[in-house]
């Protein structure tokens, strides 16, 4: 017999079973996305971070992109023309290109954009370097002239990562390189939308009905930009695991970088599939500081490189084989014109005879101060690797364990380490942002002007120079294989290898693309 | 009374006064630099020093001191150093989630903690009493956050009752809202749910002892009566104490929770400022959770005297 209280509890019961898995996107013209980590700062030539590059490519477009074999493309630009002294280029732009305030796009507002950028970005301070002028003829016709040749002059305008050299209003590219621009106005494939911007929450993005895509099919940062979604939407979520679930339950489309902890559970669900938008992956690096001792010795950092398994380090930040890859280099392995020089002398030493190395350079048993941010998980075990390998060759190692934000204050200090001073500390690069010897701060030169290190080579310096000015592919290629084997006989920095971050996408979205980062055209519900 | 609420509101201002001196300058010292960190890692010493005398960060502390305190008393917190945006605006659109999770906690946890510490008194010694304060130790001891991505794999994921992550506002209708929320508020409600059990059985037990219960059972009251309106009414006074004290405590709890289930909160902002060394939005936030903070003990004073007519101030 059905009692009173069992039918009213079934009752109260019923709405809560048929509940619909709350949150399921459901909408087909929406699509939701997950960067791998907040979007703070909007704007992308102000800084080099990934997330705001893939913000950037949302909301603004470039001159030139770059295919999957990093050869230039005319993008923005329909073609170009160079002087027979190569000083004087002219990019033409292509007709129809129209800002988001509904402005037309003008060579006015390139040039502007190219001169802010070319104060701001490695490569683009080295054409700066080399150039005279920013201007145009015309509303459609770039001039660049320069005071040099400049070989990759393509190559600079048309990098794909890393603060890419993206097309604003002259009004909004005027403004001081060292102020960020908040004002996102663009002619790129999407428009943001300021009012729904909740940093840390929620980036919102619409499509721009005005914008004119290329013919062909997309390539990296290159082709046509087609966009099968009405709305991009951001959603920031600090978590992993709730990541993971969330894509799980299908409340997200699409995630930005999946924990390599966490990428079996993804694995197997027959949902969502995992997805490496950058097949050249990140390198890993340890930077000497050059300024004290020890690691000013350059035999010293030979000893050190000669004893790098790098097997281990990898091991540490890439669980899955396929996921890492030893790289004898110090430019980034699987880029255009990348040997591994460093074959026959990374990891050519025993512990023992390593320790003998480093005793014959001259270490004297100083600290050696090793900064670790533990909060940054592909950091972190390189610091605590580093650590127990200089401790088995003998040095005396402090490792400073502490957060990010006070690494990156104490890494900046040229003081010895009594007086807060570093020896050692452990990043890592995108690889397709030092793929050539002039956008390549590990193996830069510069000295007090350059990357944190200081790392001062006039040879180095003079060679990057001669490549920039090369007048063809062979002369190019020589001086960069010199490049390489300045840089692994020098030991700037310690190379680590290679490891590949994964993402996921729902099983019914295809189209999603290769790049330098994570690209929302061509995708489309199945 | 009124002389009385007065003179509290008063002592609020030295003591927020302290709290501005004792963040900025706590801040100061600490380590980390925001332009190092704004320049990102590619940037040169001099890029670097360039933003930081753009943002000011190089001058003396009196100076940014005296600037940051005249904003904070004209109610300008200033402007967040990586997104340009004005700190209010930051705190604005944070406010709703955390003071929605907040309410909706304490609502679970009283609603479930006080019956649960009554009936516990009540069956003092027995099965029932031994398996509430069971449930209190667990609800005390196991981290908050292995309790929400239990529930949310159970609950969310297995059999898609609820959001796995997310906040839905207030705005776009109450029963989405509320459903945004149960999952992070019933996690975050399991300790204080522990802790307000617990209080309420021990006060409710020396209450039971009282010759006035035992009267009141003589003359025939019945039980419910008895608990309900003789013994918590009585045992009020510790009860709200510690639910004021939760409620402030709530905030330090909802880092956590708002990290776990992606909500938009105070709690998440000021995580996120702190690691990139966003000062002048850890300092708005800190001001205002110490500013909540007084808020909620004067309140709790205040209903003392509506609760027991005998305290008087």
Known sequence: MIKRRTLLGAAAASPLLSLPAFGQTGDSKVLKYVPASNLTVLDPIFTPAAVSVTHGYCVFDTLYGVDANQVPQPQMAAGHTVSDDGLEWRITLRDGLKFHDGEPVRAQDCAASLARWAQRDPFGQALNAATESFGHADDKTIVIKLTRPFGPLLDAIGKPHSRPAMMMPERLASTDPQTQITEMVGSGPFRFIADEYVSGDRVVYEKFADYVPREGAPEWTSGGKQVHFDRLEWQIIPDDATAIAAIQAGEVDWLGSVLTDLQPILEVHPDVNLHRTDPYGVMHVIRFNHLIPPFDNVEIRRAVMKAVDQVPFLQSVAANEADREQCLALFPCGTPGVEEVG????????????KQAVMDAGYNGEPVVILNPTDIASIHPHGLLAADLLEKIGFNVDLVETDWGTVVQRRVSKESVENGGWNLAATNWPAISINNPATNATTRGLGDSGWWGWYKDETMEQLVVDWLGATNDEEAARIYLDVQNRAIDQVPTLPLGLSYRSG??????????????????????? | MASYILRRILATIPVVAFVMLFVFSLL??????????????????AEIEAIRTDLGLDRSFPVRFLEWSTGVLQGDFGTSIFTQLPVSTMIAQRVEPTLSLMVVTMVIAIAIAVPLGVLAAWKHGQFVDRAIMLFAVLGFSVPVFVIGYVLAWTLALKLGWLPVQGYTPFSEGPWPWLRSLLLPAFTLATFYIAIIARITRATMLEILQQDYIRTARGKGVSETSVLFVHALRNASVPIVTVVGIGIALVISGAVVIESVFALPGLGRLIVDSILRRDYPVIQAVILIFSFVYVLINLLIDLSYTVIDPRIRY
């Not at chain 1, 693309?513 to 519900?525: A, E, H, P, Y």
């Not at chain 2, 100061?28 to 010493?45: N, R, S």
């Open chain 1, 504 to 526: 996921a996408v729902r099983a019914d979205l295809q189209g999603a693309l290769q790049g330098s980062v994570d690209m929302f055209w061509n995708i489309r519900r199945a």
């Open chain 1, 343 to 354: 074959e026959g002398i990374i990891n050519s030493l025993d512990i023992e005879a390593a």
């Open chain 2, 28 to 45: 100061y010292i600490t380590p980390g630099d925001p332009a190092a960190i704004l320049a990102g890692d590619q940037a040169t010493q």
